[in-house]
């Protein structure tokens, strides 16, 4: 069975600092794709960047990057230089597509809190 | 802007009502996915459709149902509503490929009194 965990449930940062949030899968598909959402206090879902399963340099997206390691099965989102802004609930997803099937599916999130 | 539409963005409404939650996705995208995020919860998977067609079910109650419509646009029909469906409802869109970005509408709150 597909799953997304994410093990820190909240992390507090101070600003200007980098942040490494954890995230591992467990598929055993060959093609996939990574993703890596925030949410604000606002509620909406903000993409933020993607990881294919097949790419073999790690993604990068201005001060987020992704630290994709394949046989530990894990995408840890790094933001650098933290702002405030930053403070948010955090959602790595999974997308596989498998015949008709095609499925997106949530680690539980990590909330992260940015300190001034 | 995501270029997903949703609507309404708030809703209020009475346990055993019933409301209709509307989705336009992005120009082009074909694939249709419904979450339910309740309080400080994570996104449950509704229920995905690819041109019309359902594709996928997740965690739907039997008093949930969703279609998708000839223009790509989708509803999602909550029933004999009950406190617990309070939540917010995602729409997200996307072109059928796993490379391909999910992008997510604004989301409607709704609150069930």
């Known amino acids: 069975a597909q799953k997304i965990t994410q093990t820190q449930p909240g992390m507090f940062v101070q600003e200007k600092e980098a942040v490494t949030l954890d995230c591992t899968y467990d598929t055993s598909d060959q093609s996939y794709g990574l993703f890596w959402y925030k949410q604000p206090s606002s509620g909406e879902m903000i993409f933020l960047i993607y990881?294919?399963?097949?790419?073999?340099q790690n993604a990068t997206e201005g001060r987020y990057s992704l630290n994709f390691q394949k046989a530990r099965k894990s995408a840890n989102l790094v933001i650098s230089a933290s702002q405030l802004g930053d403070s948010a609930m955090y959602f790595c997803a999974m997308r596989r597509l498998q015949n008709r099937d095609d499925k997106i599916i949530f680690g539980k999130g990590t909330r992260l809190h940015i300190l001034p | 802007d995501s270029g997903v539409t949703q609507t309404p963005k708030h809703l209020i409404t009475a346990t055993g009502q019933r409301v209709t939650l509307r989705c336009s996705p992005r120009?082009?995208?074909?694939?249709v996915y419904w979450y339910q995020q309740s309080l400080d919860q994570g996104l449950q998977f509704l229920i995905q459709?690819?041109?019309?067609?359902?594709?996928a079910k997740g965690n739907i109650l039997e008093r949930f149902s969703a279609q998708q419509f000839p223009d790509l646009h989708s509803e999602l029909n909550l029933s004999s509503l009950e406190l617990g469906d309070s939540a917010l409802y995602f729409c997200?869109?996307?072109?059928?490929?796993?490379?391909?970005?999910?992008?997510f509408g604004e989301g409607s709150w709704l609150t069930v009194v």
């Open positions: 990881q294919g399963s097949y790419d073999e």
């Open positions: 459709y690819y041109n019309g067609e359902e594709r």
């Open positions: 997200a869109s996307s072109h059928r490929s796993v490379g391909n970005t999910i992008y």
């Open positions: 120009s082009g995208d074909l694939s």
